[in-house]
């Protein structure tokens, strides 16, 4: 909102008037905001061109003789304000015209978006296989949301060899938009690895730490620390702080499979260092704090890194000396804010692996106006997406920015500049292809109006219907390894299952085995409640300490209601105390009072239908084998 505010000069516009109490709060913001930049002698970046403007009008910046501007479909009265002071002092503005070469125009349809992605990415593929040196421009007009889609089905069908082998880096296609930086692994697990220094974090946060590459220690503990994960779901607990893990795994010797002496040093060494930091200190301090504790914890790994792990390296480098800036607007701050301030930084710098040139590049619409290419296919090209719907700043008046024609502030601004960039776009190769899907979910789509009366043609004039990607990706993979004859393993010494043992062989034989067989089963889930198995087994273990103690019906017979509360009431205590101790973020002093007083008139009531039996009993073994 700042920024439109600058760049369209709307200071100069009685703001008050137009808006309602948002705006108001707005203007009050921007108020307080521009004093403290005053005091500090700080600018914003919104603030750059009117400053650029002035110092051009005052001669402290030298005018160009020429200045050649392209893809500027409307102009900003900032903009436009700094090309007159130009053309003013002498300059000679001129628009760049590139070739104009009306494209051949086709549609096609998909089923569903998924479908539209695979139609595209095989005709593309199709092309480079004919045409080797063919120039392929894809535009996406959602490559934000589509981003990840498209990069799954391009690799599985352009460049399918790097679905099969690691090695395989893909060079056939480029996606231009970078990702957040805190997605990529490295950075993520970087984060939540410096998160456990702030207090309790989430199971499954803390299981991809353990069995995080790029911890060190990995190469050598990656099982054993496999196995901890493992152990920890067992327990439970929903959320584990930093000393609890390290007493967790101090409890296995060197002869227990989850024995991992690695990441137990480094964990303690981790405490230690955060025993030795201060209460607060600049954010300066704090980056090279900050990175002693991921030196400490072993990152980025012992292994190497590939290209695209390296260069996230070195971009979460620029991002501590960025949290270290930070010092010119925040004198000091505790660590939980500073860890928080440098994801916040990694959310929002955008990472995109440099890569060498590639053929087939994936665009948006606004980076693929101007650019030349043997063949454009436009993605994407429904009635819901194209023209984009308006989206006024809701901060801003949104009659004067449809007066002002300012960007995505009503549908007729969308519409012309959705008109215009389909325009150029279909100049910008020779064949250009429109498609669309005709369902998004539940929602029916049309094609867009902008490109409803190209000619339609089937998919599969445009793609052949094998084009899959993978039926070929043998041939691309240069070592192939013969896997050994198929054999089932022994019979084990014992096989449980009973009736769910044949019907999951009559449903699946691979699951038969790989559940019952080779004793395959899903990890624990942590729970944040007692669940049903849970009070199952506080009502076993308290009915095993009654009974231990009455014996028989004849011991039984002696107890009143009065007496029996008398015993039953310390033993169920007694319970809830042994099993607390495993979930005390469960057991809270009040939950186990509650629960003491239920599970004692549980199990009351339950000696009451005892006293029933008409014959006399004697309790012989509780859990024993036979």
């Known amino acids: 909102a700042y920024a439109l505010y600058t760049a369209w000069r709307l200071q100069d516009h009685p703001l008050a008037a137009f808006g ?11 108020k307080i905001f521009e004093q403290r930049l005053s005091r500090q002698a700080l600018l914003s970046a919104a603030q750059l061109l009117p400053l650029i403007v002035s110092a051009f009008d ?12 392209s893809g500027f479909d409307s102009l900003s009265p900032s903009q436009a304000t700094l090309f007159d002071t130009l053309g003013a002092h002498g300059c000679d503005i001129a628009e760049y015209q590139g070739e104009s070469r009306p494209g051949r125009r086709q549609r096609t349809e998909a089923s569903d978006n998924e479908s539209e992605i695979r139609l595209v990415a095989g005709w593309a593929r199709e092309r480079l296989q004919t045409e080797p040196e063919t120039r392929i421009g894809i535009v996406s007009v959602r490559i934000s949301q589509q981003r990840r889609d498209l ?47 702030t207090g309790p974090q989430p199971l499954n946060a803390i299981g991809q730490v353990l069995r995080s590459p790029f911890i060190g220690g990995h190469a050598d503990e990656w099982e054993q620390r ?40 480094r964990l303690q060494h981790l405490q230690a260092l955060r025993r030795e930091l201060p209460a607060d200190d600049t954010p300066n301090n704090w980056a090279g704090h900050l990175q002693a504790l991921l030196t400490a914890l072993g990152w980025p790994g012992d292994q190497g890194l590939d290209s695209h792990e390296f260069q996230q390296q070195e971009r979460m480098q620029r991002v501590f000396s960025e949290l270290a800036e930070l010092g010119k607007v925040c004198p000091k701050m505790q660590l939980g804010e500073a860890i928080k301030r440098l994801g916040n930084l990694a959310t929002e710098a955008l990472f995109q692996a440099k890569t060498p040139p590639a053929p087939i590049q994936i665009l948006g619409p606004l980076e693929a106006a101007g650019m030349d290419f043997d063949a454009i296919w436009m993605l994407g090209m429904d009635d819901q997406h194209w023209p984009p719907s308006p989206q006024p700043n809701p901060l801003l008046p ?9 960007p995505h502030a009503s549908a007729a601004r969308e519409l012309a500049f959705a008109t215009s960039l389909t325009e150029r776009l279909t100049h910008s190769a020779p064949d250009v292809v429109a498609s669309h899907a005709r369902a998004d979910g539940d929602r029916e789509q049309r094609a867009s109006p902008l490109v409803a009366d190209w000619p339609l043609i089937a998919a599969e004039e445009l793609v052949s219907p094998s084009s899959t990607g993978l039926r070929d990706a043998c041939a691309q993979v240069n070592s192939l390894e013969p896997l050994p004859d198929a054999h089932s393993g022994g019979m084990p010494d014992e096989l449980r299952g009973g009736a769910a043992l044949l019907a999951a062989q009559a449903s699946c034989p691979f699951s038969a085995i790989a559940r019952f067989r080779l004793r395959a089963r899903p990890l624990e889930e942590a729970s944040f409640a007692p669940d049903g198995a849970l009070i199952g087994t506080l009502i076993h273990e308290l009915l095993q300490r009654v009974w231990q103690n009455l ?28 099993i607390g101790r495993r979930r005390p973020d469960l057991f809270t002093a009040r939950f186990r009072a509650l629960e003491a007083a239920r599970l004692t008139r549980l199990i009351i009531d339950w000696l009451e239908i005892e006293r029933e039996r008409t014959q006399p009993f004697s309790v012989q073994a509780l859990e024993q084998d036979q």
Request: hydrophobic share 45%; net charge negative; charged share 25%.
């Open 20 to 30: 309602g109490d948002e705006t108001r709060r707005f203007l009050d913001w921007v």
């Open 226 to 265: 496999a196995l901890f994960d493992a152990a920890l779901r067992e327990d439970g607990l929903p959320m584990l702080d930093l000393q609890r893990l390290s007493r967790r795994l101090e409890r296995y010797d060197r002869d227990d499979p989850r024995h991992c002496p690695d990441l137990l040093a």
């Open 151 to 197: 990069e799954r089905l391009f690799t599985e069908i352009v460049t399918p060899a790097a679905c099969l082998s690691n090695s395989a880096q893909q060079t056939l296609f480029n996606i231009s938009l970078g990702e957040a930086l805190s997605e990529r692994p490295l950075v993520a697990h970087a984060l939540l690895a410096m998160r456990l220094l």
């Open 551 to 578: 014996k028989d019906s004849e011991t039984l017979a002696q107890h009143d209601a009065t007496a029996l509360q008398a015993k039953v009431g310390p033993l169920a205590v007694a319970t809830l105390d042994d």
């Open 398 to 406: 949104t009659v004067l920015q449809r007066e002002l024609q300012m």
């Open 58 to 69: 005052q001669g402290v910046l030298t005018v160009p003789k020429q200045l050649v501007h």
